[in-house]
């Protein structure tokens, strides 16, 4: 499976979208519960910054400077293989964070990062958090949380790929859109194109061609980027979708 991005990406971060308080550190999940005197450590090392649509943020194979939380937009982590094509690891969503295990680890980026969306970032620096790991044992704490949260993610991300066919994947996905947790039927939209969708779901666009086709026969119905659930019920039990906790969201 493989996919193309932009092949004209720029590289220029410079552009600082504010300044950065404790407030605004308050916003991202991973810092909101620690204290005061502890973000306060943490406004130096850090920087808000704005990064346009197709603009690649850092590249595989570079040392990790950075470690980065989407506050608004989407980005796409891409890992290349030696043939030149390229596969969608993960897509990180508002509130999420990437590269933070990279930044503890020491080495260097398995994949690149891409927005796909216009996309604010808080960028912490990677030298900025490892000098302040030895005395701030709470900071320690969320650090291994959050990596926690994302091997376990990852864990995920290989059972859905075992276990489950390309239109299931595609069903649980589309389920994990649906913001009602009542109602029988639902209307939403497609956060991104049909390519990246595919990638993410580890399958060629023609095999989710194929799994929108097979949807429809439990009421999936399609109009480009706008999807209808007739029946989510009926959805749920083709798909199968991980209970709430073992997702993670609980």
Same mark, same amino acid.
């Given at each position: 499976?493989?996919? @193309?991005?932009?092949e004209?990406?720029? %590289?220029?971060?410079?552009?600082?979208?504010?300044?950065?308080?404790?407030?605004?550190? @308050?916003?991202?999940?991973? !810092?909101?519960?620690?204290?005061?005197?502890?973000?306060? %450590?943490?406004?130096?090392?850090?920087?808000? /910054?704005?990064?346009?649509?197709?603009?690649?943020?850092?590249?595989q194979?570079?040392?990790?400077? &950075?470690?980065?939380?989407?506050?608004?937009?989407?980005?796409?982590?891409?890992?290349?293989?030696?043939?030149?094509? *390229?596969?969608?690891?993960?897509? /990180?969503? $508002?509130?999420e964070? #990437? #590269?933070?295990?990279?930044?503890?680890?020491?080495?260097?980026?398995?994949?690149?990062? =891409?927005?796909?969306?216009?996309?604010?970032?808080?960028?912490?620096?990677?030298?900025? /958090?490892?000098?302040?790991?030895p005395?701030?044992?709470?900071?320690?704490?969320?650090?291994?949380r959050?990596?926690?949260?994302? #091997?376990r993610?990852?864990?995920?991300?290989?059972?859905?790929?075992?276990?489950?066919? *390309?239109?299931?994947?595609?069903?649980? &996905?589309?389920?994990? !859109?649906?913001?009602?947790?009542?109602?029988?039927?639902?209307?939403? @939209?497609?956060?991104?194109?049909? @390519? !990246?969708?595919?990638?993410? !779901?580890?399958?060629? =666009?023609?095999?989710?061609? %194929? +799994?929108?086709? +097979?949807?429809?026969?439990?009421?999936?119905?399609?109009?480009?980027?706008?999807? /209808?659930?007739?029946?989510?019920?009926?959805? %749920?039990? &083709?798909?199968? $979708?991980d209970? $709430?906790?073992?997702?993670?969201?609980?």
């Open positions: 499976m493989s996919t @193309r991005f932009s004209h990406a720029t %590289r220029d971060m410079t552009a600082v979208d504010e300044a950065v308080d404790t407030g605004l550190l @308050r916003q991202v999940p991973l !810092l909101a519960g620690l204290e005061d005197d502890l973000l306060a %450590r943490l406004v130096p090392i850090c920087s808000s /910054i704005m990064v346009a649509e197709g603009e690649q943020i850092a590249g194979g570079e040392q990790c400077e &950075y470690a980065f939380m989407v506050l608004s937009g989407q980005v796409a982590l891409v890992n290349v293989a030696p043939n030149g094509d *390229t596969a969608v690891v993960e897509v /990180i969503h $508002p509130g964070q #990437f #590269f933070l295990s990279t930044v503890l680890s020491g080495l260097s980026l398995l994949v690149s990062a =891409q927005a796909v969306a216009p996309a604010r970032l808080l960028r912490l620096e990677a030298a900025g /958090i490892m000098a302040l790991l005395s701030q044992p709470a900071l320690t704490s969320a650090l291994l959050a990596g926690a949260m994302d #091997f993610s990852m864990v995920r991300q290989v059972c859905d790929l075992k276990l489950r066919t *390309t239109a299931q994947r595609l069903g649980c &996905y589309l389920l994990s !859109l649906s913001t009602s947790e009542n109602a029988n039927s639902v209307a939403l @939209r497609l956060p991104f194109d049909k @390519r !990246l969708l595919a990638a993410r !779901l580890g399958c060629r =666009q023609e095999n989710l061609s %194929r +799994a929108f086709a +097979a949807l429809r026969s439990v009421g999936v119905e399609t109009h480009g980027s706008r999807v /209808i659930l007739h029946d989510v019920a009926r959805l %749920r039990d &083709y798909a199968v $979708p209970a $709430p906790a073992e997702a993670g969201l609980a």
